[in-house]
């Protein structure tokens, strides 16, 4: 296999503003690359959608837990007699700790290797999960969901920053919107288990609610293992691939990818830092988490609002996050197939946009008309973060870019997130007409700054010279 071995020689090979062709240089063979492509995506996209999907069932249980059994009076706040201010609090405190720990978790994983890092993660925050349904009071509640915050913070960008390291940027946004729609299947599925996990209320004297984190957290905590043992780090190191492949799949990707063995050094950190275009990309993803945030943790509240109760409501989360599903991977596979993913996330924002208004102005008691409009809201809101995600990894031109750029994206939704989780008000149930037309002014506002990058972009194409390598669109 080919070896880079010294630092001029990563700096020479990794995002490059220039292209020269030498008569030496590696030729890719095209029908090898795909039979590659395809093992890669059979070793590495289903693993990666199974952890996040339990790291969602994890996080976003909560919202089930707080209606499980409302009918009863056995409900996660009936329980801790929590107040609808101190459940937003406890939603509150894991976003602040997910934006405290999400850029040196991805530090962490390039330090540690992406399986052990991802391993490690996964059994906290499973403990974490299992230590929830030992919750007693408000404050054991937030605590512990500092706590699951903490570990859970870094997985989604470590999953995203980790693709950069085997895949090239017109192949990420479908891969990033399967792992992403296992949110969406996490949603689905956590209300299923949620309805039956409502059925154990009262089993060994403990409220459902309480089996529902017992019982999710174990998966995790199990899998753990099998990541240590089996999840891939870096193409150089595959040890699953001949040398041959090791070798293309290092090949395929330099100048346009990151370097597993590729080191950090603080001025590509500093020039990270001090790049004014990424913060116009952190300005759409604060945009889109205020509706991403709201839809997956109040769900279950929005739903029960519509005028379904009980474990009702739990069985009516479940078609929102299944469309959302087909069309997140749908408008995903077109923004890289086209190579618009300016307008392929611009134009879900506006669609978001104009749905979380006409669920705002649609009269509260129709309730039919607003959960048809609900499941198009969630679709798109969760449509619009692969193309973006895509968008930002294909233009950070080298590895120190990536490893902060991606977690400090992420990090700065979690801004977005915290507004999310105060503007649905209980008191304005079944209307929620706060929540909506905030969603709407986001999803609105993060649909003309995409539109401004992408002008920025194509205004900087312009004056490159032959040669120079083009910003992605």
């Known amino acids: 296999m080919a070896s880079i071995s010294s630092k001029e020689d990563v700096e020479k090979n990794e995002y490059t503003s220039k292209s020269p062709v030498s008569p030496s240089e590696y030729v890719v063979d095209v029908a090898a690359e795909r039979r590659l492509v395809r093992r890669l995506d059979i070793r590495i996209v289903p693993s990666s959608m199974l952890i996040y999907l339990l790291c969602n069932l994890d996080r976003s249980n909560i919202g089930n837990a707080r209606v499980l059994n409302s009918d009863t009076g056995d409900s996660l706040q009936q329980s801790l007699n929590l107040s609808s201010h101190d459940y937003t609090t406890a939603l509150m405190i894991f976003l602040v700790a997910y934006f405290i720990f999400e850029t040196p978790s991805n530090y962490l994983l390039k330090r540690f290797t992406p399986s052990r890092w991802i391993a490690f993660l996964m059994f906290s925050w499973g403990a974490m999960t299992m230590c929830l349904g030992a919750a007693n009071s408000y404050s054991s509640l937030t605590a512990i969901r500092f706590l699951l915050g903490m570990f859970e913070a870094g997985l989604f960008p470590g999953l995203v920053y980790f693709l950069t390291f085997w895949y090239k940027p017109e192949e990420r946004a479908l891969r990033v919107a399967l792992i992403l729609a296992s949110a969406t299947l996490a949603g689905a599925f956590g209300g299923a288990i949620a309805y039956g996990v409502g059925k154990m209320n009262g089993t060994a004297n403990l409220e459902a609610w309480r089996w529902l984190f017992i019982l999710e957290a174990i998966p995790s905590c199990v ?165 973006l995600l895509s968008w930002l990894t294909a233009n950070l031109r080298s590895t120190a870019s990536t490893t902060l750029g991606v977690p400090m994206n992420v990090s700065m939704g979690a801004l977005g997130q915290i507004i999310g989780v105060y503007i649905y008000i209980s008191k304005e149930a079944p209307g929620y007409p706060t929540g909506h037309f905030t969603n709407a002014a986001f999803a609105l506002l993060g649909t003309a700054c995409a539109l401004l990058l992408r002008l920025i972009y194509v205004r900087r194409n312009k004056r490159l010279g032959p040669g120079e390598k083009k910003w992605r669109l």
Do not use: N
């Open 223 to 387: 899998l753990a293992f099998l990541v240590f043992l089996f999840f891939p780090d870096y193409p150089e190191t595959a040890k699953w691939l001949s040398e041959a492949e090791r070798e293309l799949a290092v090949e395929r990707i330099k100048g346009v990818a990151s370097l597993g063995h590729a080191k950090i050094t603080w001025q590509e950190a500093k020039e990270t830092l001090m790049d004014w275009r990424l913060y116009l990309h952190y300005l759409v993803y604060i945009c889109v988490s205020v509706p991403f945030s709201s839809i997956s943790l109040f769900t279950p509240t929005i739903v029960s609002g519509l005028g379904y109760e009980g474990l009702s409501a739990q069985l009516f989360t479940v078609p929102p996050y299944a469309v959302a599903y087909f069309i997140t991977c749908t408008v995903s596979w077109l923004s890289d197939k086209l190579e618009a993913r300016a307008y392929v996330a611009g134009g879900s924002l506006f669609i978001a946009g104009i749905t979380f208004i006409i669920e705002g102005v649609l009269e509260p008691t129709a309730f039919k008309a607003r959960y048809g409009v609900l499941c198009l809201a969630v679709s798109f809101s969760f449509g619009s973060i692969p193309p």
